[in-house]
């Protein structure tokens, strides 16, 4: 048997491991896009978290305009008004 194929099965062991190591560790490996893919999970939960939050807000600006009963609420809660003939009892705890 000549040496010919030792050298070549030696050849592509080392191509298949270089190979191997830039898959699993290197440049845009998949350790990277495993991270990549936990990122935008995270991501997608904030946006959720971020438009419902909008919503909220979107559905209480609509209130605020369409009527005075929320910006009468409002104004007693947030900054302890009362209507004029109104009398106020605070209870101490």
């Not at 048997?1 to 998949?30: E, H, T, V």
């Not at 971020?50 to 209480?60: D, F, G, H, M, S």
Request: charged share 30%; hydrophobic share 45%.
């Amino acid at each position: 048997m000549s040496k010919a194929p030792f050298w070549l099965f030696f050849a592509l062991c080392l191509l298949l491991a270089g190979l191997q190591y830039r898959l699993w560790l290197g440049d845009n490996g998949l350790a990277e896009i495993r991270a990549l893919q936990e990122q935008i999970a995270e991501q997608k939960g904030e946006n959720e978290r971020l438009l419902e939050r909008n919503r909220i807000l979107e559905a209480e600006v609509l209130e605020l305009k369409s009527g005075m009963e929320t910006v009468e609420e409002r104004a007693r809660h947030e900054l302890g008004m009362v209507k004029e003939g109104e009398t106020l009892y605070q209870l101490a705890q």
